[in-house]
Every structure is written in C-alpha cells, then in structure tokens.
C-alpha cells in the first residue's frame, strides 16, 4: 500500500476525471506532505533565528568596544546624537505624512533595532572588500566599482531585509507607502549604529580634538539623511511587491537595485565634487558638501515625496468613491 492510498478517494474529480494533485498542483495532503510542510516551516524559523542571532553577536561586540569608549569619554555619546537628529526628523516626517492608517511604534522601534542589528553585516561585507582591495594594491582603482556593486549592494540590502524580516510579516504592513515608512525607519537605524561608529572612533588610540570628533560628527549629520531616503525607496517597492505578487521579485530588485545605484554615485562623487569645488571656488570643504547633499538629496527626497503624493491622493480618491 502506498504512500497516498489513504487520498485515494481524492484522486479522481466528481466528473471522473484525474485529480491534479502532485501533477500540476499540491496541498497537504498524507502524512509525508505534512511533515513535509512544518519541517519548511521550522527551517524557516530556524534560519531566521541563526541570522539575528549572528548579526546580534557582531553588533554586541561593536556596541561593547563603543561603551568602552564612551565611558571615558562622554561627551561623544551627545555628538553623536545630535549627529543623527537630521536623519530621525526625515523619518519621523516619512511616518507623519503616510496617507493611510498610522503604523504603530513597537513595529517602527523593532524595524529600527533590526536596521541597527543588520548593519553588522555590512560592515563585515565591507571591511573584508577594503581589506583584500588594499591587500592587492588596487584600493584607488578599484574603489568606484567597489562602491557601486559592494557597498551599495550590500547595504542597501541589509536595510531591506531588516524591513523583511518583521514589518512586512505584520497585518499593518498594507500599502508601498507603509514599505516606505519603515524603510525609512530601518535606514535611521543604519545611520545611528554607523554615525556612532565614525564618530566614537575618530578619537583615534591616542584621543582626538573637539575639532575633529565635531567635523566628523556634522559631516555624520550631513550624509545620515542619505540613508533614510534610499531605505525609504527600497521599503516603498517592497510594499508595492507586497500587493503585486504577480511581479513581486522584478519589482523587489528595482526596490534595492535604484537605491544601491544611488548609494553608489553618491559615495563616487561626493567627495571628489566638494573637493574640488572647494579648490575652485575656495570656502569649507563642510559647506560644499552640505550644498552638494542638499542638491543630491534634494532630487532623491523628490522623487519619494512624489510617489508618496500620488498614493495620498490616489487613496483618498478611494475613500471618495466609498472603495475604501
């Protein structure tokens, strides 16, 4: 007796025809199709709780090396702060003006925490890449093609997966503009871990001047809004993935693919730009790059605000017609 004989009623149709299951459809059905469909499920679960549970080991460490640091020295924990206030008005604005339903606060903290957690393993990807790319002495060739297919790739992917990982499981989770408020939320989270990095660590072995912890703490403060808006693109396609199932993966590789790009032509020319507008014109190389991200990000924040604007009026048009 075979596996399915206990189905065999199921395998012919009322018109006695060939029932399609296991040719061109499936559902559980015997025993092995169950226990089949809760071990997918367990290693779900499973793979789930090993990645958090790595990337909380990483982000540990690195928290516990920067409360060693802040411990003596204090005052950096309040310049990193105010480094990140920018970036957490952006996305507090990102949350205030959703069309719809408000989402709640537990969800935006844990997308927030997930951001922070998330960004360890950028920060491996990218000390690794650094490193072999210094090792072979092609560090200054190679570092515009590593912008654009590593680092952008890879954080604006951490970003994503900390939205997937929990908001996108959750009922509030209904709309592309809810995918941006939470992406928007995951980048703020990416920008506080990596802002209290740069600024903790530009005190250096041997301690570091009010001048330069404050110089990298403003530049933080310039650059971390960058991290919100490109989080917030890549959250909004995952929502719109989310109600198009039929286009779900091509509309999640544009959702991290613009983002990434961005992320890669910023940290290409940002530098080089204020630089040398900085030797042409004369004037703070700080002031340049605050006129250059407000271009720059300008453009992004546009192109968000645009999308978010057809949604309002696009559901509120809904709501006219008694559809919503």
């Given at each position: 007796?075979?596996?399915d004989d206990?189905?065999?009623?199921q395998?012919?149709?009322?018109?006695g025809?060939?029932?399609?299951y296991?040719i061109e459809?499936?559902?559980?059905?015997t025993?092995?199709d169950k226990l089949?469909?809760?071990?997918y499920?367990?290693l779900?679960?499973?793979?789930?709780i090993v990645?958090?549970?790595?990337?909380?080991?990483?982000?540990?460490?690195?928290?516990?090396l920067?409360?060693?640091?802040?411990s003596r020295?204090p005052?950096?924990g309040l310049?990193?702060?105010?480094?990140i206030?920018?970036?957490?008005?952006?996305?507090?604005y990102?949350?205030?003006?959703?069309?719809?339903e408000?989402?709640?606060?537990?969800?935006?903290v844990?997308t927030?925490?997930?951001g922070v957690?998330f960004a360890?393993f950028a920060?491996?990807?990218?000390t690794?890449?650094?490193?072999l790319l210094?090792?072979v002495?092609?560090?200054?060739?190679?570092?515009?093609p590593?912008f654009?297919?590593v680092v952008?790739?890879?954080e604006?992917?951490?970003k994503w997966?900390?939205?997937?990982f929990h908001?996108?499981?959750?009922?509030h989770f209904?709309?592309a503009?809810?995918g941006?408020v939470?992406?928007?939320?995951?980048?703020?989270?990416?920008?506080?871990i990596?802002?209290?990095?740069?600024v903790?660590g530009?005190v250096?072995?041997?301690g570091g001047t009010?001048?330069t912890?404050?110089g990298v703490?403003v530049?933080r403060?310039?650059?971390?809004p960058n991290?919100v808006?490109w989080?917030a693109?890549s959250g909004?396609y995952l929502?719109?993935?989310?109600?198009?199932p039929t286009?779900?993966?091509?509309i999640?590789?544009?959702g991290?693919?613009l983002?990434?790009?961005?992320?890669?032509f910023?940290?290409?020319?940002a530098?080089?730009v204020?630089?040398?507008?900085a030797t042409?014109?004369g004037?703070d190389?700080l002031?340049?790059l605050?006129a250059?991200?407000?271009?720059f990000s300008g453009?992004?924040?546009t192109?968000?605000f645009r999308k978010?604007?057809?949604?309002r009026?696009?559901y509120?048009?809904?709501v006219?017609i008694?559809?919503?």
């Amino acid at each position: 007796m075979g596996l399915d004989d206990r189905t065999e009623g199921q395998e012919q149709t009322m018109m006695g025809g060939e029932d399609p299951y296991d040719i061109e459809s499936w559902e559980p059905r015997t025993w092995m199709d169950k226990l089949s469909l809760r071990l997918y499920h367990l290693l779900s679960e499973a793979t789930r709780i090993v990645t958090l549970a790595i990337a909380l080991t990483f982000v540990v460490i690195e928290l516990g090396l920067v409360a060693t640091t802040l411990s003596r020295r204090p005052l950096l924990g309040l310049f990193s702060f105010l480094s990140i206030v920018p970036a957490l008005l952006l996305a507090v604005y990102i949350w205030r003006v959703d069309p719809t339903e408000r989402e709640p606060i537990p969800t935006l903290v844990v997308t927030f925490l997930l951001g922070v957690v998330f960004a360890a393993f950028a920060a491996i990807i990218n000390t690794i890449g650094i490193g072999l790319l210094s090792e072979v002495g092609v560090e200054a060739l190679a570092i515009v093609p590593f912008f654009f297919f590593v680092v952008g790739p890879v954080e604006e992917t951490v970003k994503w997966l900390a939205v997937r990982f929990h908001a996108y499981r959750t009922p509030h989770f209904q709309t592309a503009v809810d995918g941006a408020v939470y992406g928007a939320m995951a980048g703020l989270g990416f920008a506080t871990i990596e802002n209290l990095t740069y600024v903790v660590g530009s005190v250096g072995p041997h301690g570091g001047t009010a001048v330069t912890v404050s110089g990298v703490a403003v530049t933080r403060a310039i650059v971390g809004p960058n991290h919100v808006l490109w989080a917030a693109i890549s959250g909004y396609y995952l929502g719109l993935a989310k109600i198009v199932p039929t286009n779900r993966g091509p509309i999640v590789i544009k959702g991290i693919a613009l983002p990434a790009l961005l992320h890669g032509f910023y940290n290409s020319t940002a530098g080089f730009v204020t630089n040398l507008l900085a030797t042409i014109f004369g004037g703070d190389v700080l002031l340049w790059l605050l006129a250059y991200v407000l271009v720059f990000s300008g453009l992004v924040a546009t192109y968000l605000f645009r999308k978010i604007r057809r949604a309002r009026e696009y559901y509120e048009g809904q709501v006219r017609i008694g559809w919503l």
